[in-house]
């Protein structure tokens, strides 16, 4: 039994021999001793005699199910009995580096513990009983994945990983079609895209047929600059935010409007009472506005079902969701063309699969529409359809997935949404890390933790390498200070 756990986790070589295995409790514990052999100085061939063996205790804490796996190293030193040569050996394992204190087994399960983006690196190290920087270490040796080819289809869109000030957003670069991420770049000002992009090979940026983006000028001049073969399309989900982000101001400004004649009637209140202690609390017109801007807001197919009516404590009154909007509706005049001028967008949105021509007449006609609309809201979204008129109607592109194994044919809309999907998990990253601050580890740990067939290397850097040289002059320290 002992010799197929120490086969398994490779904790054996061929001049070691296990001596003992026994469990206590839920611990395993394995000792491995050196081979008494016959060594020879290498300098001038004398019989090497040893000092007496060694135990070392190697920090290779093997989770398995409810047990942990504990190794005693036994081995020997080797002296040249020559005085004048003096030459010394120390028996070496295989499974574990000179002066270290951890089993190469200990190094790889940590870096594939790292594969759960939420894990951070202090966390992994609890769980190994190593420092957060020697989880860093190991990870960067090992780990460096190289980008991926440009795909047909490329998504590009920023991240906040705020790593310095300088850098707050990096880029990432996505395979629309299988959803991988090609790379992540540290930032996505030009003096970092225009040196990468110009460095990838010419037929390779050809080959990219469609770029899309968000309404970020930069991203849509990319296909000037460097995709000339690419439509670019304007992500339409960024277009809807940006009409809704118009609203919900509109709808703010109509609040505070409420609110200023509450302070009016407030100050009126208390001067005529000759008392100035009383605080301005919520009228019903504010509540509504506060809670209920859902009604003008959401997508007329996604309304909410009728429900029955439910008591509202704060306007003491039950309501159903035909009476909030009705209670919404009556607090401005414009609401409800703002919410008709909104859905007719809306529709439009959603129709005209691969009908380019469609899609253009019927814009053009919006812009129009927009333009001579009395709402200032409407006829700054005129102008903006107006700016990205040609990527917004390339975004009416449907592309047909292929079939595979594990998927079934689809057909869907060129879209930042998978994306938007993702940007969770770099963000989850920064807030579960507190701060971030090297680039070549967030990018690898990304990569690492979403690539299906990312692979180690075969033959790890050096520790001098991936260390990060901060050039900061190092505060006080005392090793032997007690608490």
């Not at 296990?18 to 081979?35: C, M, P």
């Not at 120390?90 to 200990?106: L, P, S, W």
């Not at 770029?211 to 992500?235: G, K, Q, S």
Request: aromatic residues 12%.
């Amino acid at each position: 039994m002992s010799d197929s756990i120490t086969d398994l986790l490779e904790l054996s070589d061929a001049d070691s021999e296990i001596t003992e295995f026994h469990v206590e409790g839920n611990v395993k514990k394995v000792t491995i001793e050196k081979k008494i052999r016959e060594l020879h100085c290498p300098i001038c061939g004398h019989r090497l005699y040893s000092k007496g063996p060694f135990i070392r205790h190697p920090n290779n804490q093997i989770f398995q199910g409810c047990y942990v796996l504990e190794v005693t190293l036994i081995g020997r030193r080797w002296i040249c009995p020559d005085p004048e040569c003096s030459y010394k050996e120390t028996d070496q394992f295989g499974f574990i580096q000179r002066y270290k204190h951890n089993t190469t087994f200990n190094d790889i399960a940590i870096i594939y513990e790292l594969k759960d983006i939420h894990l951070s690196c202090r966390q992994v190290a609890r769980r190994y009983n190593v420092s957060d920087t020697y989880v860093r270490t190991v990870f960067m040796r090992y780990v460096s994945l190289p980008r991926h080819p440009l795909p047909a289809v490329l998504s590009v869109d920023e991240v906040y990983l705020n790593i310095s000030p300088k850098f707050k957003y990096a880029l990432v670069l996505m395979d629309w079609i299988t959803g991988d991420i090609i790379d992540v770049l540290p930032s996505r000002r030009r003096q970092i895209t225009e040196k990468y992009f110009l460095d990838l090979p010419k037929e390779e940026r050809d080959d990219v047929r469609f770029l899309i983006c968000d309404m970020y000028d930069p991203y849509i001049n990319y296909t000037r600059r460097y995709f000339r073969h690419a439509e670019v399309i304007t992500d339409s989900f960024h277009v809807l935010q940006w009409l809704l982000r118009l609203i919900r101001r509109y709808v703010t400004d109509i609040k505070k409007k409420y609110q200023e004649r509450d302070r009016k009637r407030l100050k009126d209140k208390n001067y005529k009472n000759n008392k100035d202690f009383e605080k301005q609390k919520d009228s019903r017109e504010v509540y509504i506005l506060k809670n209920a801007s859902w009604v003008i807001l959401q997508n007329e197919k996604n309304r909410r079902p009728y429900e029955g009516r439910k008591y509202n404590h704060f306007l003491n009154q039950y309501l159903d969701t035909c009476d909030w909007e009705r209670e919404f509706m009556a607090l401005d005049k414009n609401f409800y063309r703002i919410k008709l001028y909104k859905d007719i967008y809306v529709t439009f949105n959603e129709s005209y699969a691969n009908d380019f021509e469609g899609a253009s007449q019927r814009l053009d006609e919006l812009i129009a529409f927009y333009k001579e609309c009395d709402i200032k809201i409407f006829r700054e979204f005129s102008r903006l359809l107006s700016h990205y008129r040609q990527s917004i109607i390339n975004s009416f592109h449907y592309i047909t997935t292929e079939e595979t194994e594990n998927h079934s044919a689809i057909t869907r809309r060129l879209s930042n949404g998978p994306m938007e999907s993702f940007n969770n998990i770099p963000s989850g990253l920064r807030t579960q890390s507190h701060g971030l601050s090297d680039f070549e580890f967030v990018r690898n740990r990304i990569l690492w933790s979403v690539r299906d067939d990312a692979a180690i290397l075969a033959v790890p850097k050096s520790a001098a390498e991936v260390h990060n040289y901060t050039n900061k002059p190092r505060g006080p320290y005392n090793k032997h200070k007690k608490n």
